[in-house]
T-cell receptor, first 109, second 116 residues
């Protein structure tokens, strides 16, 4: 069974801090990668796709390392509203996506 | 834009009762999915469909049935509910056809089901 592994956390950080999450995947043939965000008792929502060259969206930076089979998400200048669970998602080229169990982030004042 | 709509939002069943969860999407997506999410377990795929009239089993299909008679609708049925099926159920859809966004899944707001 193909796996996507994440540290469940929680990561407790103060406002303004920089925090990074990693995710590892087992299938070297995986084709596309995403980070989703899930707020408490809500549905997952796409945060950003992850491109081979790395990509940035405001305070969020995603990186892909195919050789080591991991994906990272960096959040700069953390806000209280960033508190959520972050899901790493991998498409292996099949009809389904593989979701990690998520990393919980708690940002405190 | 409605996106993916799930009904009902909440339901309480007694053991042995049956029910159907409805998922509707208005994005003309080919692929649709049913997941359940339990504490510490993450999202687990129950069944999915790659097009109208097709269905396939996911990771945890036992005790559930599905139908995709219309492209925009994906129904999840519980024939005889058990307490182990107490969970939050999410429906999702994705284009699956072409373009950069073809693999992005869009989720409904979820159905919270309790089986007593």
């Amino acid at each position: 069974r193909k796996e996507v592994e994440q540290d469940p956390g929680p990561f407790n950080v103060p406002e303004g801090a920089t925090v990074a999450f990693n995710c590892t995947y087992s299938n070297s043939a995986s084709q596309s990668f995403f980070w989703y965000r899930q707020d408490c008792r809500k549905e997952p929502k796409l945060l950003m796709s992850v491109y081979s060259s790395g990509n940035e969206d405001g305070r969020f930076t995603a990186q892909l390392n195919r050789a080591s089979q991991y994906i990272s998400l960096l959040i700069r200048d953390s806000k209280l509203s960033d508190s959520a669970t972050y899901l790493c998602v991998v498409n292996e080229g099949y009809s389904t996506l593989t979701f990690g169990k998520g990393t919980m982030l708690l940002v405190s004042p | 834009n409605a996106g993916v709509t799930q009904t009902p939002k909440f339901r309480v069943l007694k053991t042995g009762q049956s029910m159907t969860l409805l998922c509707a999407q208005d994005m003309n997506h080919e692929y649709m999915y049913w997941y359940r999410q339990d504490p510490g377990m993450g999202l687990r795929l129950i069944h999915y469909s790659v097009g109208e009239g097709t269905t396939a089993k996911g990771e945890v299909p036992d005790g559930y049935n599905v139908s995709r008679l219309k492209k925009q609708n994906f129904l999840l049925g519980l024939e005889s509910a058990a307490p182990s099926q107490t969970s939050v159920y999410f429906c999702a859809s994705r284009s699956g056809t072409s373009g950069v966004a073809k693999n992005i899944q869009y989720f409904g707001a979820g159905t919270r089901l309790s089986v007593l």
